[in-house]
């Protein structure tokens, strides 16, 4: 199946989770804040039971506007959701600290491994971390896939990124000051580790007895 939507509005609706209404769209009624709204009543769904979007609230959502899942070969990440417009690819890549994504800015083919495993080399990467994060991870995932899905331009402030590594975490919780220099390149590094993981979680061999951890740390084992 292809992973390129169809743009229409139908292919964004769904059902509410609580009370089974049908017709309902992922609405932005204030910034930052997502609620069901009814296409039929043309007014925003309340059945009582409104809550902040949870992850798997977010996974639905993604699922009912026609992202395709898969199991991303490196174990940085658990879920893989993926979905292009006229012109861009976007991945939303789920780990257990964050909600990733990366954009294409062409429509990219899928690539699999023999295990049935995606690919994620390529593309521009934006990190949002849960941590520290000053905007709501999940709204803003849904943001950014609705303007996908509706042939929009991600805006430059989307692709920024957002909160602290679980290095910095533990930073903080010692009260030791990162260097930054060095956290950037580390992600350019974990970059490196995704493009080449046999998906084992295991270092990997890079050249001339370097090798590198998913943290993206190198190592001189030898060959």
Known sequence: MSSRLNSS????????????????RWTE??????????????????CGESK??????????????????????????????????ECQTIYFLIGKRSIDFKIYDYVRDTKIDSK?????DGGEMVRN?????????????????????NNLPI?????AGNGKTWQEQKADRFGIIPDRKDHFNRNEMVDVYN?????????EYLCDGMWISADGSLHDKGR
């Open 29 to 46: 009624v204030t910034p930052g804040k997502w609620m069901p709204f009814d296409v039929s009543k043309q007014a925003i769904h309340n």
């Open 9 to 24: 509005e139908s292919e964004s609706l769904f059902s509410c989770h609580f009370c089974g209404a049908d017709n309902m």
């Open 52 to 85: 902040q979007l949870t992850r798997d609230d977010v996974i639905q959502c993604l699922l009912n506007m026609g992202f395709e899942a898969y199991v991303p070969r490196t174990n940085s990440w658990q879920h893989a959701f993926i979905a292009s417009n």
């Open 195 to 203: 493009a080449i993981s046999s998906g084992s979680g295991g270092d």
């Open 116 to 120: 049935g495993r995606l690919f994620t």
């Open 155 to 159: 805006e430059e402030s989307m692709k």
């Open 129 to 149: 971390y849960y941590y520290k994060s000053n905007v709501v991870v999940h709204d803003l995932i849904l943001k950014i896939a609705s303007r996908l899905v």
